[in-house]
């Protein structure tokens, strides 16, 4: 059973940057992949990127390659997504979740309540 709370979601200008953290409970945190959703309002739920439990491949959605970054820190028991060169249309609930390395909503188990990101023109 494992509990993940983001954090670092705010208000930005478009071309700025920010640190999502999503926390985890518990000690088996270190045998999840870790990936990170957006839902933006009337949009479904999006693959934003994912990193394997050893932290060693990650995959990245092509909206965000080349501008975020996914990490994890299994001693902390935290995994990070780094926003760089956000834009307006980057507007969005952040979403962490934990469960088999994938891009697919259904292959994560558990999900935190989200960060809200907000990027201004």
């Known amino acids: 059973q494992v509990q993940l709370v983001e954090s670092g979601g705010g208000l930005v200008q478009a071309g700025g940057s920010l640190r999502l953290s999503c926390a985890a409970s518990g000690r088996t945190f270190s045998r999840y992949a870790m990936g990170w959703f957006r839902q933006a309002p009337g949009k479904e739920r999006e693959f934003v990127a994912a990193?394997?439990?050893?932290?060693?491949?990650?995959t990245i959605a092509e909206s965000a390659k080349g501008r975020f970054t996914i990490s994890r820190d299994d001693a902390k028991n935290t995994v990070y997504l780094y926003l760089n060169s956000l834009k307006p249309e980057d507007t969005a609930i952040y979403y962490c979740?934990?469960?088999?390395?994938?891009?697919?909503?259904?292959?994560?188990?558990?999900w935190g309540q989200g960060t809200q990101v907000t990027v201004s023109s």
């Open positions: 990193i394997t439990w050893r932290g060693r491949s990650v």
């Open positions: 979740a934990g469960g088999q390395f994938g891009s697919s909503p259904a292959e994560y188990a558990y």
